[in-house]
């Protein structure tokens, strides 16, 4: 408990003095503003390169706005946050910083741990915070196809579901390639191979990406499959990590 308290203390102030919670929220929480503004001025901006009435060729509602936000979350904000914490463990390993500690008794399950809840805890807060703000503007700026809170809030849960996911993903590969681009980088091949399998139907709800299509479409009633296993994927993946680490460590 005390490895994880003193990492869990490390990792907030190091997240401080190198701006990754302002990176993060800018990448995160900026769509959630700028997406309505742009997609409520889109037939404005079009209006006098595109001839005729606008209103039939672009359907802009509050779903609409909602679903591009999503978009840009599964798009850009995954990849500033991918390049953002790449290096959370991997320069701890190449640089040998954990074996001082190490060699005090320090629990490794504690340090990983820690960097996991940190960064899973934080991407939540700023997706859910991102959600219902977008959801604030949407509903300011249209008025068709009203969408309940509810729903948003449940793709809000999905899709942070999904970061954790992508935040374990990195710590793993960063204990295996120990270098943080590279790990990044293997993450990015995850994410876009995952949504290539989608088109299989037989395994399509134990992929994780199936929480993106899920929250995107707001319909939730086949999404335990996928909420189990991605749950069952992170413990994995978090305890391959610490085998990992106490393997290149001892070495």
Same mark, same amino acid.
């Given at each position: ?11 907030? *102030? ?8 302002? *990176? ?40 609409? +706005? ?15 946050? %991918?390049? %953002? ?46 959600? +219902? ?18 729903? *948003? ?14 935040? %374990? ?17 293997? =993450? ?26 899920? +929250? ?6 086949? *999404?335990? %499959?996928? =909420? ?13 990590? =610490? ?9």
């Amino acid at each position: 408990m005390k490895t994880f308290k003193a990492y869990l203390k490390k990792e907030i *102030i190091e997240s401080v003095r190198q701006y990754k919670y302002l *990176i993060i929220l800018i990448g995160v929480i900026l769509f959630a503003i700028v997406d309505p503004v742009i997609l409520k001025l889109l037939p404005e901006i079009l209006k006098n390169k595109i001839p005729g009435d606008l209103s039939s060729l672009i359907q802009i509602d509050r779903k609409a +706005a909602v679903q591009n936000y999503i978009k840009d979350l599964s798009q850009i904000s995954l990849l500033i946050v %991918t390049l %953002t914490l790449m290096s959370t463990l991997s320069d701890e390993i190449s640089s040998q910083k954990l074996i001082f500690p190490y060699s005090k008794g320090c629990n490794l399950s504690a340090v990983v741990i820690s960097k996991i809840l940190h960064h899973s805890a934080i991407l939540s807060i700023f997706v859910i915070s991102g959600f +219902a703000i977008n959801y604030y503007y949407a509903t300011t700026l249209f008025n068709k196809n009203v969408i309940t809170f509810d729903k *948003i809030l449940i793709s809000s849960l999905l899709m942070s579901l999904y970061f954790v996911f992508i935040v %374990t993903l990195l710590i793993f590969f960063s204990s295996i390639l120990k270098r943080g681009i590279i790990a990044a980088i293997s =993450v990015l091949v995850v994410h876009v191979v995952s949504a290539i399998l989608m088109n299989v139907d037989s395994i399509s709800k134990f992929i994780p990406y199936n929480l993106i299509l899920t +929250a995107n479409s707001f319909n939730t009633d086949d *999404i335990f %499959t996928t =909420v189990l296993s991605v749950v069952l994927y992170c413990i994995i993946l978090s305890i391959l990590t =610490v085998k990992m680490i106490n393997k290149s460590e001892l070495i």
